[in-house]
C-alpha cells in the first residue's frame, strides 16, 4: 500500500482555529493522500481557510463515531485503501505514515496507532501502550504521564486510541465501522474489541509520534458530558461483552469505585451537576436509552 492510498479523516467540533492547527500540521507532515475534515458542528459551518481539505458536512452533527463514518465513507469513495483518523485537537508531529504502514503491511494486521504525547519537549505521554480488561471497559493506559525515553519499538496490543489510529478499508467495512449508538466516549474501545474479535491485529508503535496537548481541567472526566457519556457507555460494553453474572460483579464493583467515589469527589468540589450527571448516565444505561442525550 502506497502513501497516497491513505487518506486523513478528521472530525472537527467547537473552535475553528484548534481544528486549523491540526490541519497545518498535516501540510507540514504528511505525505498521504486526501484530507477530510467532518463538519460535525451544527452551530456554524467551519471555516477552513487556506487548509488543503476536502469539508464534509454532517448537518445532523452527530457524535465523534458518526463524524468518523461519514469521513471513512468519503475516503473510501474517493479511492483509500486506509484511513488515518485523528482528533482535530491533535496535531502530527512528524509524518507517521511510513513507520504506521510498515506495521500495518504484516500479515494479519488490521489498524495501528502511534504514540500520543502531550508535552514535545518533555515527551511527556498521553497515550502509549495500552490494553483492555475484558470485564473493565475501560484501557489501562500504564504510561500515561511518563517521559518517553525515545525508544522505537511496536507492540501487538488489544486497544489503540482513537486519538490517532489508521485503519485498513477491510477491517472498517468488516465492522461496520464505529458504533454511533455511543455517540461518544468508549467507541474507541468497542472498536478495538470487535476488530480483535473477527482476528484483526492491533498494533502500537512508538517509532512514530503525534501530539495532542492536554485538557485544559484536571482531568478529562470534570466535565458533565464526558460523566455522562463515559458513565453510559462503560455499562453498556460491560454489558455486552460479559456473562450476565460476571456484569452483575462487575455492576456492583463499579457502583463503589466509580459512581460513589466520583459521586462523593465532585461534591466535595462543589460540582452538583457533575454528580447528577453520573447518576443520569446510569439511569440511562437501565433505560437502553442509546446516541446523544436529549
Aim: glycine fraction near 8%; hydrophobic fraction near 45%.
Amino acid at each position: 500500500m502506497d502513501a497516497k492510498d491513505v487518506h486523513a479523516v478528521i472530525v472537527h467540533y467547537g473552535f475553528d482555529e484548534v481544528t486549523r492547527k491540526c490541519l497545518a500540521s498535516f501540510e507540514r507532515s504528511w505525505s498521504g493522500g486526501r484530507v477530510f475534515v467532518v463538519d460535525n458542528d451544527p452551530s456554524h459551518e467551519f471555516a477552513k481557510g487556506e487548509a488543503n481539505c476536502e469539508v464534509v458536512r454532517n448537518p445532523g452533527g452527530g457524535g465523534f463515531a458518526d463524524g468518523a463514518n461519514l469521513g471513512a465513507k468519503a475516503a473510501f469513495s474517493a479511492g483509500a485503501e486506509a484511513i488515518f483518523v485523528i482528533n482535530n485537537d491533535a496535531e502530527l508531529a512528524t509524518d507517521p505514515l511510513p513507520a504506521l504502514l510498515c506495521e500495518l503491511s504484516k500479515p494479519g494486521v488490521g489498524a495501528v496507532a502511534p504514540l500520543v504525547l502531550s508535552n514535545l519537549e518533555t515527551k511527556e505521554i498521553w497515550s502509549g501502550e495500552s490494553s483492555t480488561r475484558k470485564w473493565f471497559p475501560l484501557p489501562r493506559n500504564e504510561s500515561y504521564g511518563k517521559i518517553w525515553s525515545g525508544e522505537g519499538r511496536s507492540a501487538a496490543v488489544t486497544f489503540l486510541s482513537g486519538c490517532a489510529i489508521l485503519i485498513k478499508k477491510m477491517t472498517f467495512e468488516t465492522l461496520e465501522g464505529f458504533d454511533t449508538s455511543l455517540f461518544m466516549y468508549c467507541e474507541d474501545v468497542d472498536f478495538c474489541v470487535r476488530a480483535s474479535r473477527k482476528g484483526f491485529g492491533l498494533v502500537f508503535t512508538s517509532r512514530t509520534h503525534v501530539f495532542h496537548a492536554k485538557p485544559s481541567k484536571a482531568t478529562s472526566f470534570d466535565d458533565r458530558f464526558a460523566l455522562f457519556y463515559t458513565t453510559r457507555n462503560v455499562l453498556t460494553l460491560a454489558y455486552r461483552y460479559n456473562s450476565v453474572p460476571m456484569f452483575l460483579v462487575f455492576f456492583f464493583w463499579f457502583l463503589v469505585r466509580w459512581n460513589l467515589y466520583m459521586t462523593f469527589k465532585n461534591l466535595l468540589r462543589g460540582n452538583l451537576r457533575n454528580a447528577l450527571a453520573i447518576w443520569r448516565g446510569n439511569l440511562a444505561f437501565l433505560l437502553g436509552r442509546k446516541g446523544k442525550a436529549g
